[in-house]
Structures are given as structure tokens and as C-alpha cells.
């Protein structure tokens, strides 16, 4: 019988790539893959260390999973992943429910890894981040949708993050692997394609000695099968006229565009090691504010950096109201041992770094309640995602317009007299807005 293995991916769409490319070798190296834990031979979680919440959720779910070795037929644990890449030393010293620790650049030797830890090893593995992980995958997304994962690692340096120590320094995937990696996705059936890395705006500047992700979107546009075209973590420095005009013309490029502001005060953007400025990001979102089509953006804010005061936060809430943003994430400000900003002195109350989310949380719920309101009576282009409900005689499906990513944005609920396939693109007439989600009806 062959080796049962349960794995569990936590943390970013990033980290849910690796995910699909170690899922892949190892059904490739003879192994099957359990969706059941209690079934598992071997238990692998592959974790996030990015905050100190995401490292305290991949201890728990090691923990909960160590307990199968009592209760199911687990017999080895191993830890992959950001937690093992920058924190591998401790995992191994203090959980000795743990028999190997692999960091984010051993994926491809996951099976002698599974091998040599059933064999009796119990070690950590650990190289320097100058690859990528990158290949045949199994996807864990819906059939017709997939990350793609364009480059790795970071070269701004904020002043609150561990991604550069985690990940290294910025690497892109060369061009060519990237559209025939695309080229057996769209022959599996991915109908839309959703551009990662931490910074996409930078791809290719390491490769090539400028950065070429509109070449990137030309290429994979000419894929016939291919039909939408998702831009995530695209820098607001970087995103150019040149970048938002292939998104303006390009008929297979969404209109939306994910930016992670994190502030836009000029004395916390210095603070956070910024490359943008409150100018430049004002002259950006005035371009976006004017784009035909227009241009929807998702973006995330930090509460409570060090040194944010009751005008700093009022500076984002007037950001909010002016822009009216369709996606917005808000996170408080974590100290991170390690960074530059854990070491300045002017760090905000925990009370205040949460009121200040619940704050802009509220100021953008207002605009959501207003862009939905909006959106009544328009017809959008959807993709169906899923089957949700029968409403008596009718169909109801999730779906998703241009400007909502899965599982981070809102959704549509579309109404249809007729039965739908997963993956289809239909039209649907916005009859009603919900709180962030909308509903519609297709248009026959």
C-alpha cells in the first residue's frame, strides 16, 4: 500500500502554490495524497511566519496535528514552510512533536525528505533562498482558476516586515517558463490566471535589467483558453503609465489592480521605509480615478505603526472617502523581532491600534454600501464559481464580477432559470445590493 500523506497549507496565495507544486511531487514520487488526517502515514503543515498571529495559527495546527500520532495512524509530522525557513532552529529544539523542519526552498526534495524521516531521521532542512519554487502543480483552487506565481522573495526592505529575511532577496521566474506553465494550466481548464509575487510590479528587472511585467501580460494574453488576466501586489511606485494603460486596453486583463498602500501619511510612509510618497500616491489614484475603464482597486493599511497619531489615521480616512476604494484590508501593526520598526520607541497602545482598524473598518463600510448601491441596475461580466442554493425553480450560483478576487473580496449570487456550468462566463443584471456581496440575475 502506499504511503498516505495529509497536508495542510496555511498563510498566503504564495504559500499555496508551494503547496500545489510539493503536492505534485510527491503523488509524482509514488505517495497518495489523504484529505483525511486521521488516515495520514505523514502529516505535513506548511506554515506562515509573516506576523506573530500567523506563527502562533502554525503552531496550533502542528500541534493538532501531532495529536494523530496518538489517535489515527500518523507517524511523522514535518514542518514546511516560512515557520521553517526563519525559525527552524527553535521548532526542532522545543516540539518534539515535530521529526523535520524544511524551509521554502527544499519542495522539490520533499520525497527524500518523507523517505529519510520515516527511515528514523529527524532534522531540519534549510538552503539559501536563490530558487524558486516553481512547476508542475495540483491545484487546490477551483478548476478554472490558479495562482501564478511569477517571482519570489523582496527587495524594499519595509521597515516592519520579515518577508526579505524570510524569502531573500526578489528573483522572477524566466519568461519562458512562466507562458508554458500557463500554456498546461489553460490545458487543464483555467479559464483566469492570478499574477503573484510579494512585489509583481518588479518582474523581471533581475533577469532581463528592466521590469517587463506588461510584456508578461501580452504573452499570456495570447492564450486562447485564457480569458481573465488578475494583478496582485503590484507596488504603487512601480505601477506606471505604462502598466496601467495595458490594463486599460487589454481586453483579458481584469480592471483591478491590488496595491498595498499600508498608509499614506509622508511621516509614517518614511517610517515604514516607503519607496512612494503621499504625493505620488495621490498623483497614482488620480490616474486610476480617471481610467477608462475604470481601473477598481484592492488595497491594505497598517493601523498604529509606530508613531501614528489621531491625524495620521485621519489623513487615511480621508484617503478612503476621496478614492473610494472597492477592496480594503485593515490590519494593527505588529512588532516583529527582527525588524526596524520593533525597535522604535514611539509604539502605540494596543487599545488604540485596534480602535483605529474598527475606525477605518467603519469608514469603508459606508463606501462598499455605496458602490454596491451604485452597481444596481448595471450588467457585469461574471464567472460562476460554485453552486450555492435552489430558490424554488431557480438556480443560484456564486460567482465573481472583474473587480472581486476569490475568497478576499465579496461575491455575486447570480440567479439563473437555466442550469450553469462551473467556470462559465455570463452576464448578470445587478438587481440588489447586499452588505459587501451583490445579487443578479442572468441576462438571457
Known sequence: MKTKIGVVSLGCDKNRVDTEVMLANLVDGGYEITQQPQDADVIIVNTCAFLESSRKEAIDAVLEMADFKDTGKCKKVIVTGCLGQKFGDEVIEYFDEVDAVVGTND???????????????????????????????????????????????????????LIPYIRGRFRSVP????????????QSGVKELILVAQDTTRYGEDLYGKRRLVDLLQQLSALQGIKWIRLLYCYPELTDEALIREIETNPKVCKYIDIPLQHVSQPILKAMNRRSTQQSIVELFDRLANSSPKIQVRSTFICG????????????QQFLQKYKLRNVGFFAYSKEEGTVSAKFTDQVPTRKKNSYVKKLYNVQHKVVQELNGSDVGKIYTCIVDSFSNMDGEQFVYAGRTEFMAPEID?????????????????????????????????VE
Open 175 to 186: 519568461m519562458e517558463q512562466i507562458v508554458e506553465h500557463a500554456k498546461q494550466l489553460e
Open 410 to 442: 465579496g461575491m455575486v449570487y447570480i440567479v439563473s432559470n437555466k442550469q450553469l456550468q462551473i467556470g462559465d462566463f455570463v452576464d448578470v443584471a445587478i438587481t440588489s445590493a447586499l452588505e459587501y456581496d451583490l445579487l443578479g440575475e442572468v
Open 107 to 161: 519542495y522539490d526534495k520533499i520525497c527524500q525528505i518523507v523517505e529519510e524521516t520515516l527511515a528514523g531521521s529527524r532534522k531540519q532542512y534549510k538552503n539559501p533562498a536563490d530558487t524558486i519554487t516553481f512547476g508542475k502543480r495540483i491545484l487546490t483552487t477551483n478548476p478554472h482558476v490558479a495562482y501564478l506565481k511569477i517571482g519570489d522573495g523582496c527587495n524594499n526592505f519595509c521597515s516592519y516586515c
Open 305 to 316: 505603526f509606530p508613531g501614528e497619531t489621531d491625524e495620521t489615521h485621519q489623513e487615511v
